[in-house]
């Protein structure tokens, strides 16, 4: 059974950075496109950053030149490195397929606040 484990959330103040991980278990990781979404409560989720096997990346205007996408196919897991972290980030974090027709895990929790 597929299931997507996101963790590295936290507190960190404004202008601050977090990596956040991403592992996938329970099959082969051949997924063409994985992709980071985030999710405030009772708002609209939102697509943040997605990268195929070839590591080719697109990224959200909103986290552009702040947010990177990276994946190592050999440990099955995504990585979002955020730096220069606003409030506005802050946010429910989940990772899943390009298209989201994965499992949603209990995605990871930022919080920006100083």
């Known amino acids: 059974q597929v299931q997507f484990v996101a963790s590295g959330g936290g507190l960190v103040q404004p202008g601050g950075s977090l990596r956040l991980s991403c592992a996938a278990s329970?099959?082969?990781?051949?997924?063409?496109?994985m992709a980071w979404y985030r999710q405030v409560t009772g708002k609209e989720g939102g697509w943040v950053a997605s990268?195929?096997?070839?590591?080719?990346?697109n990224t959200a205007d909103a986290v552009k030149r702040r947010f990177t996408i990276s994946r190592d196919n050999d440990k099955d897991t995504v990585y979002l490195q955020m730096n220069g972290l606003k409030p506005e980030d802050a946010a429910v974090y989940y990772c899943?397929?390009?298209?989201?027709?994965?499992?949603w895990g209990q995605g990871t929790q930022v919080t920006v606040s100083s």
């Open positions: 329970g099959l082969i990781f051949r997924i063409d496109i």
């Open positions: 990268i195929n096997t070839k590591g080719g990346i």
């Open positions: 899943n397929t390009g298209n989201q027709n994965g499992p």
